[in-house]
């Protein structure tokens, strides 16, 4: 009797076959990777993303009012009015025009056409410190106009004359103390009144001309917020 016996397969040809198909499934592999790259690239972007939002803490929405907006109000200037006056020189109610840069020939020039001037180195009344307040003067009656020669009869103010300041409302009295002639370089009197409580009033001298300047000094009265 003889006994069938199954052929028995080679080793060499199962290993072959593992070959194969290792070489199909690259294969197809390298068909697809044209199409999963950017969807792999796309979720790798969009996963970056969210661990960015959750480690950075995003800002404060901005709370939005249902109100319109409105501007603060503009800041109200410094010297609301300043005005002078002298009954005896028949000036009532001049106004002086504040912190004039006296060191610019022409802005001082062109202010004194438009009348008194205070300039920038001097205090205002009612802070304990030197007022001075100058002006135009003429020596012909038609110049008065021209220049806007306010202080053209400065010289005829003798002492215990009184000159009126209103500034920012309130009022101040002074009388005139004395007077001077001095050259135009001749400063030292100036400055050694700029810590005093006095006014001084200029203009030049003699009438019309530039040669000197006629000082008008007025010491501070007690009384002068009555007014």
């Known amino acids: 009797m003889v006994v069938y016996q ?5 080793p060499w040809l199962k290993r072959a076959g593992f070959l194969c198909l290792s070489l199909s499934l690259a294969g197809f592999s390298l068909l697809l990777s044209p199409m999963l790259t ?17 480690e950075v803490e995003p800002s404060p929405r901005p709370v939005v009012s249902e109100e319109p907006v409105r ?7 410094a010297v609301k009015n300043f005005l002078l006056t002298i009954e005896k020189l028949d000036l009532r109610n001049i ?8 060191a610019n020939k022409a ?25 001075y307040i100058f002006g135009h003067s003429a ?15 400065a010289d005829e103010l003798e002492k215990g004359d009184r000159v009126k300041l209103e500034y920012n409302g309130r009022h101040y009295l002074y009388y ?13 009197i100036i400055k050694e009144n700029l810590d005093k409580d006095v006014l001084i009033l200029q203009t ?15 010491e501070p009265s007690k009384f002068g917020g009555l007014l």
């Not at 199954?6 to 080679?10: G, R």
């Not at 106004?95 to 006296?102: L, N």
Request: glycine content about 6%; overall charge negative.
């Open 95 to 102: 106004p002086v025009q504040p912190e004039i840069d006296s």
């Open 204 to 218: 030049c001298w003699p009438a019309g001309t530039v040669w000197k300047r006629l000082l008008i000094f007025c």
């Open 38 to 54: 950017p969807q792999m690239a796309k979720e790798e972007e969009k996963g970056f993303s969210d661990i960015i939002a959750q």
């Open 139 to 153: 020596n012909y009656p038609w110049m008065i106009n021209a220049l806007n020669a306010l202080f053209y009869r």
């Open 107 to 131: 802005v001082y020039e062109q202010a004194l056409l438009n009348g008194l001037v205070h300039p920038q180195e001097a205090y205002f009344p009612g802070q304990g410190k030197l007022v």
């Open 176 to 188: 005139v103390s004395g007077k001077q002639v001095v050259f135009p370089d001749e400063l030292a």
């Open 71 to 77: 501007s603060s109000p503009s800041p109200e200037p």
């Open 6 to 10: 199954a052929p028995q397969k080679k």
